[in-house]
């Protein structure tokens, strides 16, 4: 796992320097080099690995992956008025929203550039390339709807964050002539641990540990945020004719009682259910992984992404 | 040409009539929708049918250009915050910004898509679609920089407006089978003719008849924006130690006098010098027509084309 971290790292920052240092660039760069886990790319690495292949041929197809989840950061950030991102200042900020939005699209246009040198990774791109503009406008469109169901959230969250990662997969498997139905096969296990990883996220909010997630608990609670368990409380909620997260979400952003809201989601067993269906994509991708036709020793590498994807930061 | 319109806009119409009826799409079909001359798509058309192919065969990419034009007017309206686009409201105001930096991310997926089904289409379309967003960059550039050269304005010009149309013709002929040398120079004629475009447009502002051109007579000047013929104008006045242009500058848009600005313009030989630059390309891009290899009467459209491009709304 560390190797291939570096060897994206790597290949990350030798891109980077090579960037002009006016226009279009210096947002990339500053974006790009913000610390990261690189998951995309380097689960793409493990997928081409998997099936034989050596992550050094893969390189720029992994660093077209990483250059388009950037591109979606930069103009995500614009749409959801993000002061920070990893920290730091997000582009819009620290330039200006314009310097955001050219700079994400000449990202996007570097991305198929690399992409594009193999027809086998252009199509399974392009099949998902346009999944993951659908998952960031169902986010929005949520912000402004009364009511969301568990079924459109998970919907939401498969195109925004889970399509990216099977993608990523299906191209390091495909580029590594791995057969049609195991590049099937892996891509359903990284939308799986995809999922669970948000759902996670999402638990984790109100039930992981401040400590140990570096973030205020409930945080995502007290701003009144659609996650997977809030939408989940209130459906739970209006079948018993209950009204202690309504009651919370009335309020002002700033005068919600969390530990009410947290208190309300353990009672009403939604905190059970998410941990249940969490659980169950885990297992689920863990299978995908155990019938592929590989030796067992080259699925290793994919097990520990799964299992630190699944763990989180608790 | 208007056979070819036709078929253009048939094919963005079906386009259109197959999109969702929600989300990131409304935004493009309208302003795909807006009247317009389509000629990049018509050029890509022409110059497949000069090599002998079938325009029907190649609409797909024709399309996929269009596509791609209408993702940077969507995204350069956001930036230039236009509120106006072909006499219609652009698709921030009337949406918001958030669905024209979205759409404008999907239309520009899209294109690769169209673009992308023909190895020989994406090579040419990858090494240009860089060069716009560099273009817009530039463009915003200048409007903060107190000095900009004619020959960095000229730059501008060819990477925003002018690379457009050469790509789209050296798609055409590419997928046309037309020998390498003649995809270059169809390339270059390309370029020129979207360069005189621009310069012409710039020079119509001043001196052209407000009647003809549906314009404010020297709107351009009024708003003080950098063209051609400003840069050029102010050049020559600190050169003879003038200041008239200067002096009509300093003062606030609205009180401008326009007049004597287009007065100047004249006076110094500024006019005169932008219509040699013009005429200069336009007779150099006829000649790069002239000596291509094909049958004079294959060529007649494209010299119905430039010369409607150079002739221009007078």
């Not at 002002?252 to 353990?266: D, F, K, Q, T």
């Not at 905190?271 to 592929?292: I, N, P, S």
Request: glycine share 8%; net charge negative.
């Amino acid at each position: 796992m560390q190797r291939l971290k570096d060897l994206v790292e790597a290949r990350i920052a030798a891109w980077c320097a090579g960037l002009p240092a006016l226009g279009l660039y210096p947002p990339m760069a500053y974006l790009l080099q913000l610390p990261a886990k690189r998951i995309r790319p380097i689960a793409l690495l493990m997928a081409h690995e998997l099936y034989g292949g050596k992550a050094e041929d893969v390189l720029d197809e992994a660093l077209g992956i990483e250059l388009f989840h950037n591109f979606t950061l930069m103009h995500d950030d614009i749409m959801d008025a993000s002061p920070l991102r990893r920290g730091d200042a997000t582009v819009h900020v620290k330039w200006n929203t314009n310097a955001a939005i050219l700079s994400g699209d000449a990202l996007l246009v570097k991305a198929y550039e690399l992409l594009g040198r193999d027809p086998r990774a252009l199509r399974i791109f392009s099949q998902h390339a346009l999944e993951v503009c659908e998952g960031q406008q169902l986010d929005m469109d949520f912000e402004l709807r009364d009511r969301v169901s568990t079924a459109e959230y998970m919907e939401m969250v498969r195109l925004k964050t889970a399509v990216l990662l099977a993608c990523s997969m299906r191209i390091g498997a495909a580029l590594a002539n791995a057969p049609e139905a195991d590049v099937e096969r892996i891509g359903e296990f990284g939308e799986r641990i995809g999922l669970a990883f948000q759902l996670r996220d999402d638990l984790l909010d109100a039930f992981g540990d401040p400590q140990r997630t570096g973030k205020q608990r409930g945080g995502d609670l007290l701003a009144g945020k659609k996650t997977w368990i809030l939408i989940r409380g209130l459906e739970k909620e209006r079948a018993d004719g209950l009204d202690a997260l309504q009651v919370e979400l009335r309020k002002e952003a700033g005068s919600r009682n969390v530990e009410r809201m947290i208190e309300a989601l353990g009672r009403s067993g939604v905190r059970a259910e998410a941990e249940a269906l969490v659980q169950g994509l885990e297992t689920k991708a863990l299978e995908d992984l155990h019938v592929m036709n590989v030796p067992m020793e080259r699925k290793a590498p994919l097990f520990v992404l799964a299992d630190q994807l699944m763990a989180r930061t608790q």
